[in-house]
């Protein structure tokens, strides 16, 4: 239809999750956000076409990698990150307005804010029962509901203002430190040039299981001088103790040691699944070793090449 | 009361869960077994000693390691495993008497449960809708109520008998090789010894983050004859990037070279946490590499003190 | 002086050596071949055009590498290896005609012929006065001049014959399995097409001396999959403990493992000196490994750009 | 005479020799130093108990190892270094007295002298013939004859001292820096206490000459922390490519590091030959890198025994 664009980005909703709050960080994106109910769902639409992006969360300093969206992005159809959000995990305590700290009774949230301010919910609601729900954001909507037996939601703070409900208590998480992070994921298509502070994703199948197999592909990122920021087994679904490896490591797509490491990979797995080279959210620029910048390399085909003769 | 002894075994419950079977496959353990609402409720039961031993889920062939207990164990007060259980993962979908399968058209399961039969309910009952709960037991029980809203549960065999429900279709996972891995874990005692087919659970923390640290650490198994098993990485909950590792290694404290890396891990780990030495449910004898053997490191040892003339 | 060819190719002499007798294996080489006193002189007059090509013998299965090659070869001006012969080391006792080898009372020969030879002399010639001079052949001249003292020559049987000798016993070496390894010597120039069954020479310096450095050397050829058929230290001539690692390396400059690992050292060495590319004298095929032929290179070249995009 | 120790010392002389002033440079060894005409006799003295130790050559910084003393410790009966010595190179040119160096129409020397004082006597004396002889010293003893047709020696000071002759130039090494590297060796016994800079020598067999063996053995001295100072292949004198490997490693038997490695090494080579562990000349201690201490073995042997509960 003419001048109506498309809706363009998907995230994991509903509206007013974390992963809402970090995609309102991306200031480029434009065009209307979609939720989707979860990881699957949204990844899918953005192989069908429906959403241009989506963004989706991958790892959370406390609770580990996150297994749905790991695995669909390596044993679905090709999708590749483009981006990555760091988000601070700050929760807070949202009630309806009028009720007090004193009056909370019936806590609802999401199973894994439950458990990230565990102390904090001992020490200040000591006899609150706390129920464990689908998401922040829905235990945010069941409580802005003055009908709800629930008198208070822990959830992000985008969650409680969105149904207008009254903050108590902010930053009750019991580890201040932790982050989620998140990535926006697309369809293949040409790589953005490198930042200088880039990371690329990878999911690594092992040809054969022998013992030295996890050693041989590591020896193939250190030879080139390529330093892993992650990695984590997940199970191939095949049998117990077969496992891929999911791995974050430094450096883009057009970084020669990256991709000659890459084409090591290449050989001596069973199968490399390539998810992207993105601007790091951290900015972080690596450490780059002796012999390994691009001029290194470059010199070194150079006398190759005069070697001939 | 004297001469009752004490209900000696819990496991990860309620009743009737995979974990409830599991624990029925030990036939050794006498005493009544005490279902437990979470992993940590159970592994803080032993520590409190109000159970000799509890038997949790550790990893699943599809779905991976559970974070729940691999945390626990890694970062609570010392327990260590003595015993594995392997269960094939298979699911039956059962319904309250009189309930044909072409009546189904309210389900209910656990997530987990859900994902892992998501292809044939979509063949097999196209029009059900299907609802998560909290566990696949709470599901049979819920079904079992005549009053209940749902028409099937997808559960264990042993929650579908002990609810008096009908099978309607039984081995109806997507995977029918999927297995899940169970550990009885204990208070630390004494090891028990060797039986030749052994699996070693550690928690290993690196002293620094440096790009080379994880294959030093697997250098120290490697430079022994020691194979792995599994290895997971696990956040350690600080910053982002910052892993220890879940590692099952073959061998047995009391094999020579198991403990030679052993003492290795703990001189180049920050820390090491040993969650224990015992029989691999399989049964399955490592190939011991030339030169490894407990004979080879007593050669070994014999030859250094011969040297010292 | 026109029309006339100048002398192509010079050996390690005098006439007579065994040298002169590996020379006289290739069939190939046409012209005049020259004799020059040391090792030295022989790789200087290539360098100096004065001719084509020179034998010299590099390594012996007995005494070890030739340090006046391998020194020469590293530190001199560029210079390649393009063929390799390897002659077992038959030693011949000539004496003059008419002597008998109950009459041998003094036995002149190169100090190598005499360690190899030593135990043989011992048996059989106990009485014997054994003098070691400048090369087998000068002894066999020598012995050849009826107002020698010298009564009998350990010497190349070619050097024997030259001079007329009679051979009073042969294949006296202590070890019947010695063997010789010489290489033909060029100046630089267009590297011959791969064999198959091809070497690679290499002067590889540290660029540190750092404890792990020949480590990462080595597993710069491992993680390409080249293995090394010799690996020798020399002595930088700087300070001691400051080395250098002169390599055989299976296969040739135009396979891409090998290309890859050449480059990789060009990265992490100081300085490589490439000695060059040439086919086997004993024409074993290596043994390749799953992952690291030519296909397989190209396989991963082709793969990396399609991740363009 | 009763009551008169035996001659103690012998060395690879004649007297005179570099070895002999290097020998000179041990002030506790008491009595009288006997020569030895070639290293082999030198060490059989040790063995036959003709003297109790033999001070030889075994590495030179610019020639390299000293075959003849690598290869019969090697191969021989068992022998153990006990000391090194360390000497600068320093050639002096002596003459007859009355000898000026404007005079000097015939130089004797050894084949090692003349190929370190090339440049110097190429410079200085152009229209010298230069005759290579036996060794050192004999060149001294010869030109002390007033009848000898060589004008001047090129050798060590001692042995210009010893026949009397005159200095016409000192330190006319091209290569200022040389050092020989001298070992004392005796038969095996009791080995002295480490002294915090010491060294350990090894022979290292391979038990198959399969392409990683050597990467194999260095991650033996790798994973325990212990440096290497020397590395030297020298064939097994079976077939060519067949090597064994001679060692220098940081450390003493004592040091837990060191023993834990040679415990490995004697699991994984075919055969270790140990050689002893004595003080560095040079004095330097060994940057010991974390986790490598005698503490950290301790602390980690005694946290092993504790796991056994």
């Keep these: 239809m003419p ?3 498309p809706a363009q980005y998907g995230y994991f909703g509903p509206a007013g999750t974390f992963t809402h709050q970090a995609l309102m960080t991306l200031p480029a994106l434009h065009g209307e956000a979609i939720p989707f109910a979860s990881v699957g769902q949204g990844l899918q639409a953005v192989r069908d076409g429906e959403v241009t992006a989506v963004l989706v969360p991958i790892e959370n300093s406390v ?10 992005l390596a044993y679905g159809d090709p999708l590749v990150i483009t981006r990555e959000v760091l988000l601070p995990v700050q929760f807070t305590l949202f009630a309806r307005p009028g009720t007090a700290l004193r009056d909370v ?15 904090w919910l001992a020490a200040h609601l000591p006899g609150a029962l ?10 945010a909507a069941e ?24 903050p108590l208590a902010e930053g009750i ?8 992070r998140f990535v926006l994921v697309s369809r293949p298509g040409p790589v953005a040039p490198p930042t200088g502070a880039d990371k690329t994703t990878l999911v690594l199948f092992l ?11 590591l020896e193939q990122f250190a030879s080139r001088g390529v330093n892993l920021c992650r990695i984590e087994s997940r199970p191939t679904k095949r049998t117990l103790g077969d496992y891929c490896f999911s791995v974050d490591a430094e450096g883009h797509l057009d970084d ?29 620029r690596p450490v780059i070793r002796v012999g390994t910048t691009n001029d290194d390399y470059a010199a070194a085909a150079s006398w190759l090449r005069r070697l001939h003769g």
Tied chains: 1, 2, 3, 4.
């Design 3 to 5: 001048g109506v664009p």
């Design 63 to 72: 609770e580990g990698g996150v297994t749905a969206t790991l695995d669909n």
């Design 105 to 119: 009774r019936q806590v609802l949230t999401h199973p894994h804010a439950a458990a990230q301010c565990r102390d």
């Design 130 to 139: 706390v129920t464990e729900g689908g998401s922040t954001a829905a235990a």
């Design 143 to 166: 409580v802005a509901d003055p009908a709800s037996r629930y008198d208070a939601a822990v959830c992000a703070r985008v969650a409680g203002e969105m149904y207008r409900l009254t």
């Design 173 to 180: 998480a019991d580890n201040a430190e932790a982050v989620t």
């Design 207 to 217: 040809r054969e299981d022998h013992p030295g197999a996890l050693l041989e592909i």
């Design 256 to 284: 020669a040691r990256l991709a000659e490491a890459l084409m090591g990979l290449h050989r001596v797995c069973a199968d490399v699944v390539f998810l992207g080279s993105y601007p790091r959210a951290d900015q972080q």
